[in-house]
């Protein structure tokens, strides 16, 4: 088979920059197709906080068309690499004005005003960036509303140029951030007045990115099968749902992987101690180490519950606050690590210094996150909804039973009983019932070792969401050169 030249245009990619999972699954997907054998390749805005990474400047700056004329701004290379060799050039489109801020897509006063401009010429700069290269990439994935402007390009300013021919697959990662801006931001995008663009992005008024980009990508994928038939109905289609309908057998599900090299607690260097499914005897370790970082009593016998998370009502987070009392009480001890919602981090951080048995984190700490995971027995996840969802699988991975509800790629992953807890219905009353359900199987060691042993065994890794990405660009770029009357006896 042909290898696939594929360009990956995201706003995040991990270590260069994180917000969420989205940035774990650009850091992992390319790296996993590389492996595979094909051309891949990233770009991404350089943003202040990956300017401590390793990059060098390319020579000459890329002009990016923008209103009457055009803007300008630097590409510098990097690469994301793995231990076993595979690696992938990222280019960094570098502009101060747009990119060198505090935040990602925003600070503590919140979302930066500016974002569909800012994502805009990511998107067209994606385009422009393979001109520059001389790529002409088979397929264009765009993840979420930030480059959803890149399909509805190659349908429009780019018909009957080279790079057209490029497929593209979009990934919606969370239904939840659509890019909604006033029809009066189209001319902040930077992009010629066109009535099919104009007619793409409009919605019900206003401009919405995902709609165009669910409207105009070849190939639409969701990051697990039951987030796939959750999307396409009223209740999951956050305003969407009849959008998605219309691209039928178009919409697909390909369940996320996860990084097995930065998530294995055989090498983890973030935590006190190493194990394997087969001896658990450095999770011990890693539990006692956890209890005392955060100021819990160091107690072996008391299960620790975990929870990572932004927190924002997705996360159902709320119902974690309305239990607290009643999860104090199960004697259990409780170790929190997010940021979000100003008044659930206050809740936590009340908690923390009232209660002997709850210890909070605010903030984003990338090693805490690991500690927690090979440190604690059981991690809660009581999403209101749930895309793909990475934490529940790291969790598996550590032996660190998840209680999920059951609801996106949480249904997908665990299995009751056996690989993690679920509960079904969006209460405090259901979350507690589950934890005290796991808090009993916990007092069984032979039982919760069991389901620990089996929850590590599982295959999580991105080679078979590798595998099935390929079969969908194959798919993707047949059906863009027959749309374009170019099928030609080439098997891809
Ligand atoms: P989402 O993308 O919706 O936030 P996922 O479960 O897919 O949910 O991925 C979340 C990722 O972000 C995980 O890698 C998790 O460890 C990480 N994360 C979330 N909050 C924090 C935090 N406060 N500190 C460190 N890592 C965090
Ligand atoms: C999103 C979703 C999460 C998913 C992640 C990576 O942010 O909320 O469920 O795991 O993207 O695909």
């Given at each position: 088979m042909?290898?696939?030249?594929i360009?990956?245009s995201?706003p ?81 489109l570098?502009?101060d ?56 390009l ?11 021919r ?19 931001s ?42 796939a ?67 819990l009593?160091?107690?072996p ?44 981090e ?10 002997p ?12 996150a ?36 059951a609801?996106?790629g ?18 405090s009353?259901?979350?507690v ?17 069991s ?12 080679s ?28 891809l």
């Amino acid at each position: 088979m042909p290898r696939l030249k594929i360009l990956f245009s995201l706003p995040e990619c991990f270590p260069f920059a994180k917000t969420g999972g989205l940035g774990d699954v650009g850091g992992a997907l390319p790296i996993a197709l590389a492996a595979r054998g094909h051309d891949v390749r990233v770009v991404m805005p350089r943003y202040r906080v990956t300017r401590k990474f390793e990059s060098k400047p390319l020579a000459g700056p890329l002009g990016i068309p923008y209103g009457p004329g055009t803007l300008w701004t630097g590409v510098r290379r990097g690469q994301l690499s793995s231990k076993r060799g595979a690696v992938v050039p990222v280019y960094f489109l570098d502009h101060d004005g747009l990119y060198d801020r505090e935040g990602v897509y925003g600070d503590a006063r919140g979302g930066y005003g500016d974002n569909t401009e800012r994502y805009s010429v990511l998107s067209r700069g994606s385009i422009e960036l393979c001109r520059y290269l001389g790529f002409e990439p088979d397929v264009i994935h765009v993840h979420d509303w930030p480059t959803c402007l890149v399909p509805v390009l190659l349908d429009t300013v780019e018909q009957g140029t080279a790079l057209a021919r490029a497929a593209s697959v979009l990934t919606i990662h969370n239904m939840g951030y659509q890019g909604w801006s006033s029809r009066d931001s189209y001319s902040e995008m930077g992009l010629p007045f066109s009535p099919e663009i104009l007619g793409a992005l409009d919605l019900n008024g206003q401009l919405n990115l995902l709609k165009a980009g669910i409207l105009h990508s070849t190939i639409v994928s969701t990051v697990s099968p039951n987030y796939a038939r959750e999307i396409q109905t009223k209740e999951g289609g956050e305003g969407l749902d009849a959008f998605l309908r219309m691209r039928g057998g178009d919409v697909m599900g390909v369940l996320n992987g996860i990084d097995e090299e930065a998530w294995n607690p055989e090498v983890d260097p973030h935590i006190a101690a190493n194990f394997s499914a087969e001896d658990l005897s450095g999770k011990a370790v890693c539990k006692a180490a956890l209890q005392r970082e955060m100021g819990l009593p160091e107690r072996p016998d008391v299960p620790v519950i975990g929870l990572i998370s932004r927190l924002v009502g997705q996360k159902g987070v709320d119902l974690v606050v309305d239990a607290l009392y009643q999860l104090m009480a199960t004697g259990a001890q409780f170790v929190f690590l997010g940021s979000g919602d100003k008044s659930i981090e206050e809740v936590f951080q009340r908690a923390s210094l009232s209660t002997p048995n709850v210890r909070a984190f605010i903030g984003m700490n990338e090693g805490l996150a690991h500690r927690i995971e090979a440190g604690a027995d059981l991690f809660l996840m009581p999403s209101r909804y749930e895309p793909c969802g990475l934490n529940q699988l790291y969790s598996q991975r550590y032996g660190t039973l998840p209680i999920v509800r059951a609801v996106g790629g949480l249904e997908d992953t665990v299995d009751n009983g056996s690989t993690g807890f679920k509960f079904h219905e969006l209460s405090s009353e259901a979350l507690v019932g589950t934890v005290r359900w796991a808090l009993e199987t916990y007092a069984e060691p032979a039982l919760f070792r069991s389901m620990q042993y089996r929850a590590m065994q599982k295959q999580s890794g991105w080679s078979h969401a590798a595998q099935q990405y390929e079969a969908l660009y194959r798919f993707a770029v047949r059906k863009r050169r027959r749309a374009l009357g170019q099928v030609r006896a080439v098997r891809l």
